[in-house]
Every structure is written in structure tokens, then in C-alpha cells.
Nanobody, 122 residues
Framework: QVQLVESGGGLVQAGGSLRLSCAAS????????MGWYRQAPGKQRELVAG???????NYADSVKGRFTISRDNAKNTVYLQMVSLKPEDTAVYYC????????????????WGQGTQVTVSS
């Protein structure tokens, strides 16, 4: 009974900005690493950014300097601030969280958000 719910996608012009949010809810002990993947039509899913529970961050080269990942541990929420958006950023963005639960057996399990569409027009 863990859900990750995303929000913040939409349609923007090139050069614009969007902020994505992803909040985990349900029954769990903690959320460790969180982050974002994206998938464009006909393309493989690509890791965009990740952040550990302690705040260590990594980005895909294609978004460095333009995207910022952050998290609010008290809210079990991860954010992706996107600026200077380009048409090639168009994709469905999926958040993930490595969630510690004991519903069946204690362990860390990756849960996924439902996806949110980001479309950047030229």
C-alpha cells in the first residue's frame, strides 16, 4: 500500500520552466533514494536525476545546469525544477522511490509514480 503521486507536468514553450513534484504515501518505514526518469516515444527510459536520503545528487549530462532535484524528507516528496526547457526534454517523466516496507518481507523496494507529461514546444 505505497503510492507515488506526481504532479506539475504540462505544456510550455522552449525556454520556459516547470516544477514537478512526487509524493510517497501509504505504509512504510522510510524512503531512501528518490529520483526521476523520462521516456520519449520510441526511446528507452532515461535516468534524469537522483538524490539519496542524505542529499547526494547526480544528473544526466543532458540536463546538468538546467534541472535541479531536491527533496523534503518530512513530506516524503521529491521535486524536479526544470528551467531553460528544450523541445528534446519532451517526454513522460516518472518518479521513483526506494521504499523500506515490511508488508510481505522487510526490505527496500522501488516504487514508481504514474508519470506526468512534459511537452516543450518550439
Amino acid at each position: 500500500q505505497v503510492q507515488l503521486v506526481e504532479s506539475g507536468g504540462g505544456l510550455v514553450q522552449a525556454g520556459g520552466s516547470l516544477r514537478l513534484s512526487c509524493a510517497a504515501s501509504g505504509r512504510f518505514f522510510s524512503v531512501n533514494a528518490m529520483g526521476w526518469y523520462r521516456q520519449a516515444p520510441g526511446k528507452q527510459r532515461e535516468l534524469v536525476a537522483g538524490i539519496s536520503s542524505g542529499g547526494t545528487i547526480n544528473y544526466a549530462d543532458s540536463v546538468k545546469g538546467r534541472f535541479t532535484i531536491s527533496r523534503d524528507n518530512a513530506k516524503n516528496t521529491v521535486y524536479l525544477q526544470m528551467v531553460s526547457l528544450k523541445p528534446e526534454d519532451t517526454a513522460v517523466y516518472y518518479c521513483y522511490g526506494n521504499v523500506v516496507t515490511a508488508t510481505i518481507r522487510l526490505g527496500e523496494y522501488r516504487y514508481w509514480g504514474q508519470g506526468t507529461q512534459v511537452t516543450v514546444s518550439s
